[in-house]
C-alpha cells in the first residue's frame, strides 16, 4: 500500500467493503476458475476489481505467521542450575533443543550415585488436567524398557510449573559421527542400523512412536551399541493434547526436524510408527550416502511441504554417481559404492522413503528384515519407490495409462508371423533343417496358446499367462541355438509380455539378452525397440533417470529413420516417456513429450486408440499442473472422441478415460460432474467386461465415494454394497479392498443415522486393515474416527 | 464469585441458544474475573514477559468453572467472549506501556528487550485500529479475526461460536487476513 496517504480518499467504503465480501467468496472456486469469476462479478467496475486483486497479492504476500498470536514474547528462562528437582540436583546444562532445554544432573537422595539427564521443557502446565496427560505420558514411557532405548527415570512439574523428564544420561556419540569416526564399512553400518530398528520396534509393539527420529537422537556408546534418546518425547507435550501454553512463536513445523520428517507430519497429519519407518529410512540414506535425500532452500513451511511432500529424492546409488565429493569414511570410493547401493539397496530406501505410510515397510523389524536378507544374499522384498504396486492402487489405478498393454499383444502377434516364417524357410530346405522346423513349429504353438489365454484386461492377474511366459525363458537359448535373430525376436517378445505383467527381474534379464543379441546384429530400429521395453521397465522400478536415458536413446537411433515401424515406434517411445516423467512428478516433462509424441504421430499411419493413449497421457499430466484443468479437460475430450472413433464408447479404455477426467473434476470441485462421469464409466465396464470384474468393481467404488462426497448417501448406498459384493468375490478373504468397501458403507451409514449398520462395517473394515499387512494407516485412522463419533453419538 | 457455577453454565447454554442478555451477565462474570487474573499476571511481569492469552483464558475459565462438567460447545463460547475481553485488556495495557516508554524516564529497564516488545505493542495497537475499520466494512471478518486472534481458537471452534461451516469461516478469515496485511504493510 504506497499509493494512498492520509489525505487521499482511498476506496470508498462500500466498494471496499464489496471487495472483501467478493473475495472471501471467490476463494471457495479453484485458484484457476478464480478470475473469469471475478471478472465476471465486477461487471466491468475495474477499480472494484483492482481492490480484489490488491487483496488477493496481499493473501499471497502475508508470512504464515502473520496474525498468528497477539503476543510473540517468550518468558525469559530462568537459571536452572543448582536447582533441586526431586531427587535430583541440576548440574550444568548439556544442550538445547526445538522444545527445551537438556541438563545434566545427579542424584542427591536416595542413597546412590547416579548421573541423569533433565529435560526442561518450553512450556507451562496451567491445568490439573494437562498435568494428569503429562502424568500418564511419562508413566507410558517409563514403562518402555530395552537396553537400545535412554530410559526414562522420573519426572514432573518444577515450581514454576514447567514439565521435566529425567532421563537416563547417555553418553556416545551421535551414529552418524561414529561411523565416520570408526570407519565402519557398509555391512557394519547395516547391521548396526538393524539394532536400531530392534530398539524402535520394541517401542512399536508397545504403542509409542519416537516422532522425531535423527542422528542426534540416535546416539552409539563407547562399547558400539546403539541408544535411542527422546522416545515419544516430542507426544509428551503434544500441544493439541494436551492443551499447554506452549510458545505461539513456532510453527509445527520448525519444531521437528525437516530433515527427517515424514510427509504426514510435516502435514500436520496423524503420526504412526509408519512416519518412524520414514524417519529411519531418512537415517540409512545418509548413513549409506552420507547426505540426506533432501535439502530445503529455506525453511519456510510451505517450501519445506512442497520439498518433503512432492519432490522424489535420487536413488542413493544415483546421487553417489553424480555428486563431487567422496564417500564417508570406511566405505568404498564412489563407484564401487554405487555399485553396491544399486538395485536392492536402493529399492530398500526407497520402499522407506515412500510418500505414503502404507507405501513403507509396515514395520521396523520389516525393515530390519530387508536388511538382513540383503546381508543373507538373498532375494529383498522392497519395491522401490514405486514400481507394480501402483497398479494396484484402489482408486488410480488407471490414471498412468502407457501403450504397454494393447502393444504386448501385438509384439506377441509380430513374433509368431516372424516364427511362422521361420518355419515356412525351414520347411522349404526340408533336409537341412528338420530340426530348427521342428522348434519353431513347437515356438510357434506356443505362441498361439498364449495369445488365446491372453486377455488384455485380465492380464494383469493372469497367473498364467506369466507363468507360461516364465516357463518359457529356461529353454530359450536351446530352442534357438543358431538362429540370433529370432532368439533376439522371441526374448524380446517374452521380456515385454513379462513386463506388462509385472515379471520386472525376468523381464529385464530377457530384454537386455535381447539388446545384446541386436547390438551384434541388428538394425537401429530393433536396438530402438528393445530400448523402448526397457525403458518401460526402469519405469516401473522408478529408475526415472535410467529410464529417461533408454528412452532419449531409442529416440535418437529413431532420428532419421522411416518407414512405419520407425514411425509408430518413434510415438510409442515418447508415450511412455511422456508416462515416466509423470510418475516421476514432473508434469510439465511430461506435457512436454506428450507433444512429441503428437508431433511425431503427425501424418503417420499410428492408430486413432494409440492417439487416444497420447491424449489422455496429456490430459492426465494437465490435471496435474496448477492453472491447466481446463486444458486437460479438453484434452480429455479429444481422447474420448479418437477412443470412440476407434473402438466405439462401448470399450474398457473409454471407459478408462471417462474415470481420468473424473479426477481433473473432482480437483475443480465439480462433484456432479464427477458422479456422472463415473456412472457412464461404470455402465460401459458393465457391458463390456461384466458386472464381476475388477474394473466394474474399481468404478462402482469410485462412484460410491464420488456419491457420499456429493452427500448423495441413498445413491451411494447401493453402489457400495455392489462394490462389496464384487470385491468379496474377486479379492480373497481380508483383502484391503473389501474393507474399503465396508468403509464406504460405514460411511453412508452413519451419514444416514444407522449406527448398528455403521459400526459393523466398520468394525469389519478395522478388522480386515489390522489383520492385512502394509496398510495405509490413514484408512485405519478414517475407520477409527467413525467408530469415536459412533461411540459419542447417544 | 457470586453466582453459581450452575447459572454460569446456564448463561452459556442460554447464550448458546441466542439469549443475548445471558451473553451480556456471562461477559461481565467473565470480565471480572479475567480482571482479576491479569492483574496478578501485570503484577509480577517481568520485562519481555507478557502474558499468554490462552494461558489467560484457562486460567479464569478453571476458576469460574471449577469441577463443572462444561461440554465442548459452552467451551468454546466461552473463549469466543474471553476473546473480546482478552483484546480489550491487552489493548489497554499496550497502550499503558507505550505511552511510559514514550513518557521516558521511568524506572523500568527495558533495553534489551526493548526492540521486541515495542514492535509487540505498537503493531497491538494498529491491528486493534485496523480491526474497528473492518468492524465497520465487514462485521463478520471483524468478529472472526478477533476469535481467531484474541481468543485463539481454532478454524473449527470459530465455526461453532459463530454457526458458519468451517470452509467459510475459512475462506472469511483468509479475507479479512489480506486485508489486513495491507492495512499494516502500509
Redesign the interface.
Known amino acids: 500500500?504506497?499509493d494512498?496517504d492520509e489525505n487521499s480518499p482511498g476506496e470508498p467504503?462500500d466498494r471496499?467493503?464489496r471487495a472483501?465480501?467478493l473475495?472471501?467468496?471467490s476463494?471457495?472456486l479453484a485458484s484457476s476458475l478464480r478470475f473469469s469469476w471475478l471478472a465476471e462479478r465486477c461487471a466491468g467496475d475495474t477499480e472494484l476489481l483492482a481492490e480484489i486483486l490488491?487483496?488477493?497479492d496481499?493473501?499471497r504476500?502475508?508470512q504464515d505467521d502473520?496474525?498468528r498470536?497477539?503476543?510473540?514474547?517468550v518468558?525469559?528462562t530462568p537459571q536452572r542450575v543448582g536447582d533441586r528437582l526431586g531427587a535430583f540436583e541440576i548440574v550444568a546444562e548439556i544442550g538445547a533443543g526445538g522444545m527445551g532445554r537438556v541438563f545434566e544432573a545427579r542424584r542427591v537422595a536416595g542413597g546412590f550415585a547416579q548421573a541423569v539427564a533433565v529435560k526442561l521443557f518450553e512450556a507451562?502446565l496451567?491445568?490439573?488436567d494437562a498435568r494428569a496427560r503429562f502424568e500418564a505420558e511419562r508413566e507410558i514411557l517409563a514403562s518402555l524398557e530395552h537396553p537400545g532405548i535412554a530410559r526414562v527415570i522420573d519426572g514432573g512439574t518444577t515450581e514454576d510449573d514447567v514439565p521435566y523428564l529425567v532421563m537416563e544420561l547417555v553418553r556416545g556419540q551421535r551414529i552418524v559421527d561414529f561411523c565416520r569416526g570408526h570407519a565402519l564399512d557398509l555391512d557394519a553400518r547395516l547391521q548396526l542400523f538393524q539394532r536400531v530398528c530392534a530398539a524402535v520396534e520394541l517401542a512399536h509393539e508397545r504403542g509409542i512412536v519416537h516422532r522425531d527420529l535423527k542422528p542426534g537422537n540416535v546416539l552409539v556408546t563407547h562399547a558400539g551399541d546403539p541408544k535411542l534418546i527422546d522416545f515419544g518425547i516430542a507426544k509428551v507435550l503434544d500441544a493439541e493434547a494436551l492443551?499447554v501454553?506452549l510458545?505461539?512463536t513456532r510453527t509445527q513445523a520448525q519444531l521437528l526436524t525437516p530433515e527427517y520428517a515424514s510427509p504426514e507430519q510435516v502435514r500436520g497429519e496423524a503420526v504412526t510408527a509408519a512416519s518412524d519407518v520414514y524417519s529411519l529410512g531418512v537415517l540409512l540414506y545418509e548413513l549409506l550416502v552420507g547426505s540426506r535425500p533432501y535439502h530445503f532452500p529455506s525453511l519456510a513451511p510451505a517450501e519445506i511441504e512442497r520439498t518433503v511432500c512432492d519432490s522424489v529424492p535420487s536413488n542413493p546409488s544415483d546421487l553417489v554417481a553424480r555428486r563431487q565429493s567422496s564417500p564417508p569414511a570406511g566405505l568404498n570410493d564412489a563407484r564401487e559404492l554405487q555399485r553396491a547401493l544399486r538395485g536392492d539397496l536402493d529399492r530398500i530406501v526407497m520402499t522407506a522413503l515412500r510418500k505414503e505410510p502404507g507405501g513403507r515397510y509396515p514395520t521396523a523389524a520389516a525393515f530390519a528384515e530387508d536388511i538382513g536378507r540383503y546381508l543373507g544374499g538373498f532375494p529383498v522384498r522392497a519395491r522401490g519407490a514405486s514400481g507394480a504396486y501402483r497398479l494396484g492402487k484402489f482408486v488410480q489405478r488407471h490414471r498412468a495409462a502407457s501403450v504397454a498393454v494393447a502393444a504386448t499383444l501385438g509384439i506377441l502377434v509380430a513374433a509368431l508371423v516372424l516364427v511362422s516364417q521361420q518355419a515356412n524357410v525351414a520347411r522349404d530346405q526340408r533336409d537341412l533343417a528338420q530340426r530348427e522346423a521342428g522348434r519353431a513349429t513347437a515356438a510357434k504353438d506356443f505362441l498361439v496358446e498364449l495369445i488365446g489365454r491372453s486377455d488384455p484386461f485380465e492380464n494383469a492377474e493372469s497367473a498364467t499367462l506369466a507363468g507360461a511366459l516364465r516357463q518359457s525363458v529356461p529353454g530359450m537359448a536351446e530352442r534357438f541355438d543358431g538362429q540370433p535373430e529370432l532368439e533376439a525376436e522371441m526374448r524380446y517378445a517374452i521380456g515385454y509380455a513379462l513386463q506388462n505383467l509385472g515379471e520386472i527381474p525376468l523381464a529385464r534379464e530377457q530384454l537386455e539378452r535381447a539388446l545384446a543379441l541386436r547390438e551384434a546384429q541388428g538394425s537401429a530400429l530393433d536396438r530402438a525397440e528393445v530400448l523402448d521395453g526397457l525403458g518401460i521397465v526402469n519405469w516401473w522400478e522408478s529408475e526415472f533417470d535410467r529410464g529417461e536415458e533408454r528412452f532419449a536413446e531409442a529416440v535418437a537411433l529413431l532420428a532419421g529413420e522411416g518407414g512405419e515401424r520407425a514411425e509408430l515406434l518413434r510415438a510409442n517411445v515418447w508415450t511412455n516417456l511422456a508416462g515416466l516423467r509423470a510418475d516421476a512428478g514432473a508434469f510439465a516433462e511430461s506435457l512436454a513429450a506428450s507433444d512429441a509424441a503428437l508431433a511425431a504421430a503427425e501424418g503417420t499411419a499410428i492408430g486413432a486408440e494409440t492417439l487416444a493413449t497420447i491424449w489422455g497421457n496429456r490430459a492426465n499430466a494437465l490435471g496435474s499442473l496448477e492453472g491447466r484443468e481446463l486444458d486437460s479437460i479438453a484434452s480429455f475430450e479429444k481422447a474420448l472422441e479418437l477412443q470412440a472413433e476407434a473402438t466405439g464408447e462401448m470399450h474398457p479404455n473409454y471407459a478408462i478415460i471417462l474415470n481420468n477426467l473424473a479426477f481433473t473434476h473432482y480437483g475443480l470441485g465439480n462433484l456432479e460432474e464427477v458422479n456422472r462421469l463415473f456412472e457412464r464409466s461404470l455402465e460401459i465396464r458393465r457391458a463390456t467386461l461384466g458386472p464381476e470384474h475388477p474394473q466394474t468393481a474399481t468404478a462402482l467404488f469410485n462412484l460410491a465415494a464420488g456419491q457420499v462426497a456429493a452427500g448423495a448417501y441413498d445413491r451411494a448406498e447401493p453402489n457400495a454394497l455392489e462394490a462389496l459384493k464384487v470385491a468379496r468375490n474377486g479379492y480373497a478373504a481380508g483383502h484391503p479392498r473389501i474393507g474399503k468397501a465396508h468403509e464406504k458403507l460405514a460411511q453412508v451409514y452413519q451419514a444416514t443415522a444407522r449406527p448398528e449398520l455403521a459400526r459393523s462395517h466398520a468394525e469389519q473394515a478395522l478388522a480386515i486393515y489390522e489383520a492385512a499387512p502394509g496398510v495405509d494407516p490413514a484408512w485405519v485412522a478414517t475407520v477409527e474416527g467413525i467408530l469415536a463419533a459412533l461411540a459419542e453419538a447417544p | 464469585m457470586e453466582q453459581g457455577q450452575d447459572s454460569l453454565t446456564g448463561w452459556l447454554r442460554a447464550w448458546s441458544a441466542g439469549d443475548a442478555e445471558a451473553g451480556a451477565r456471562l461477559f461481565e462474570s467473565v470480565y471480572a474475573e479475567l480482571r482479576v487474573v491479569a492483574a496478578r499476571q501485570l503484577a509480577k511481569e517481568?520485562?519481555?514477559?507478557?502474558?499468554?492469552?490462552?494461558?489467560l483464558v484457562?486460567?479464569a475459565f478453571?476458576k469460574l468453572l471449577r469441577g463443572t462438567p462444561v461440554d465442548w460447545q459452552d467451551r468454546v463460547h466461552f473463549f469466543a467472549v474471553s476473546s473480546r475481553i482478552?483484546r480489550q485488556i491487552?489493548v489497554d495495557h499496550g497502550r499503558r506501556r507505550n505511552a511510559q516508554r514514550r513518557g521516558g524516564g521511568n524506572e523500568i529497564t527495558l533495553q534489551p528487550?526493548l526492540h521486541?516488545?515495542t514492535n509487540?505493542a505498537v503493531e497491538?495497537l494498529a491491528?486493534d485500529t485496523a480491526l474497528d475499520r473492518l468492524e465497520?466494512?465487514?462485521e463478520r471478518?471483524a468478529r472472526i479475526?478477533e476469535l481467531?486472534?484474541?481468543g485463539?481458537l481454532t478454524i473449527e471452534e470459530v465455526a461453532v461460536a459463530t454457526e458458519q461451516s468451517e470452509?467459510t469461516v475459512?475462506?472469511?478469515w483468509?479475507?479479512?487476513?489480506?486485508?489486513?496485511?495491507?492495512?499494516l504493510?502500509?
Open positions: 500500500m504506497t494512498r467504503p471496499e467493503a472483501l465480501a473475495f472471501a467468496e476463494l471457495e490488491r487483496l488477493s496481499a493473501d504476500s502475508a502473520f496474525l498470536s497477539p503476543l510473540d514474547a518468558p525469559p507451562r496451567t491445568s490439573p492443551d501454553a510458545p505461539q | 517481568r520485562p519481555g514477559h507478557t502474558y499468554q492469552p490462552t494461558a484457562n486460567e478453571l482478552i491487552l528487550e521486541g516488545e509487540d497491538l491491528i465497520s466494512l465487514n471478518q479475526v481467531r486472534y484474541f485463539g470452509a475459512s475462506r472469511q483468509r479475507a479479512a487476513r489480506a486485508w489486513l496485511y495491507r492495512q504493510a502500509a
